[in-house]
């Protein structure tokens, strides 16, 4: 164990850039959201300025209505497509001043990240003097989502990206993208030259991508335009799990703070219609788990995936229905010869287990979903999920994202040497 330890905490520290981590060498060479955030609570662990640093750093590329965008370009490189030229941030007017950075955003983590950072330190004055410094930029964020965001007033936030979600290419979105009338657009991608091809998303679906970012730009990513036009407009239970959970951290932590009454209130106003709505909307009881729904057609994506369990993580089902959808996280991922857990259905025709998000197993993923099970009390499953997860690095190395067949005997895939891979199992190795 220790081994894996010392091999994660030196990946953490290669990947540190002056002020932030990159996901990976070559694949991913800037600052993204939702990595920073995992990043921050493995570096918690051992260097927790560089854990504050990680945190500041993102929120110094906020934008002035509260928007953190998905990449921080720091630096100058054209070994990632789509770059700073193609995504023209300051098209806005509230764009970062200071950074270029991405226009669209990535599932809202640092609410929680701060907490678990906390819970992590060892010097909680301090610790909390800096959450102090920072909490306000998070609550601002939160204000975004909940007033740019959510078009019926239901709690629930939308993406307008598939890039957004964090789960890129997944099987989701294959209705919604197929049916758009992409033009075949021109570009060089950079992630194939890095990467075997079959494990990345294909031109065509690149084209869809850009598509949807074309029409943001030539909105100059104004929300409502984006709200009226975009071909996809939809509710997803990890990026709304991920927000939840967050208001819940936020919370707990004002309340700690002290003198933030009105703040406090509001989160406590959007918390409790972000659950109701949780549960009366993306509910489906027929599959027995949460889905997403398409907010542009108004109908629901009947699949189930690694998503589809995450609002355990937030606290939003009842005991009852958490038994159910962790009955149907066994029934489904669960079997004796997969790893846990698969990243799409593997029981559906759809499941590719070597492609990206279609079926592979990633470490943040699995790191929400142990910490769901352990919270509900489902003692021997969340073991499982952690023992998974140790055994596929211990086995694979620190990948991107691994091969749930247990048969396979080299199941690493994407990028190597992946940041939140070594910060989450770290964080994972640590707790009891
Ligand atoms: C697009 C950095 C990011 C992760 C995403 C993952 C992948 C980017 C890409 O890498 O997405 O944002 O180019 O494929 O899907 O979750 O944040 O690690």
Redesign the pocket.
């Known amino acids: 164990m220790n081994e894996l330890k010392n091999k994660a905490i030196e990946i953490l520290n290669a990947n540190w850039r002056d002020g932030f981590s990159i ?1 990976c060498e070559k694949l ?1 060479p800037f600052q ?1 959201n ?2 920073s955030g995992f990043i921050a609570i493995g570096f918690a662990h051992f260097d927790m300025p560089k854990a504050e640093e990680e945190i500041s750093t993102l929120l110094d590329a906020q934008w002035g209505n509260g928007f953190i965008p ?2 921080v370009f720091h630096t100058e490189t054209d070994t990632y497509f789509p770059g700073p030229d193609y995504f023209c941030s300051e098209l806005h007017t509230d764009a970062s001043k200071k950074y270029k950075t991405s226009g669209i955003t ?1 599932p809202p983590v640092l609410g929680f990240v701060l907490a678990e950072i906390l819970r992590i330190s060892t010097d909680k004055k301090a610790t909390l003097k800096f959450i102090e410094g920072v909490i306000d930029k998070v609550y601002d964020n939160h204000n975004y989502f909940y007033t740019k965001r959510d078009p019926q007033n239901e709690g629930l936030v939308y993406i307008y990206h598939n ?1 957004e979600s ?3 290419n997944s099987p989701m979105w294959d209705d919604i993208i197929h049916n758009m009338d992409s033009p075949d657009y021109e570009f060089e991608r950079r ?1 194939t030259t890095h990467v075997d091809a079959s494990q990345r998303p294909s031109k065509r679906e690149y084209d869809h991508y850009l598509h949807i970012l074309e029409i943001a730009k030539e909105h100059n990513y104004s929300d409502e335009k984006i709200a009226e036009l975009s071909p996809f407009l939809v509710q997803d239970p990890l990026f709304n799990s991920m927000l939840t959970k967050s208001n819940e951290s936020l919370i707990e932590l004002y309340t700690l703070i002290g003198g933030n009454a009105n703040k406090i209130k509001q989160l406590e106003t959007w918390q409790e219609k972000a659950i109701k709505s949780f549960n009366n909307k993306l509910f489906d009881e027929e599959l027995g788990a949460y889905i997403h729904y398409d907010l542009r057609n108004e109908r629901k994506i009947k699949h189930i995936s690694s998503s589809s369990f995450t609002p355990l993580f937030a606290n939003i089902p009842s005991k009852e229905r958490a038994e159910k959808l962790v009955q149907t996280l066994m029934s489904r991922f669960g079997n004796e010869n997969q790893y846990l857990c698969a990243s799409f259905d593997p029981e559906s025709e759809l499941y590719k287990p070597k492609k990206y ?1 279609r079926g592979p197993v990633w470490i943040n993923l699995n790191w929400i979903l142990y910490n769901g099970l352990v919270q509900y009390g489902f003692k021997d499953i969340s073991k499982r999920v952690k023992d998974d997860t140790v055994e596929l690095i211990a086995k694979n190395g620190f990948y991107e994202y691994f091969d749930a067949r247990k048969e396979v005997s080299k199941g690493g895939y994407g990028g190597i040497n992946f940041s939140w891979t070594a910060s989450l199992l770290l964080d994972l190795l640590n707790k009891k």
């Open positions: 996901p991913y993204w939702w990595d998905h990449i990535q890039w964090g789960t890129d992630d998000w």
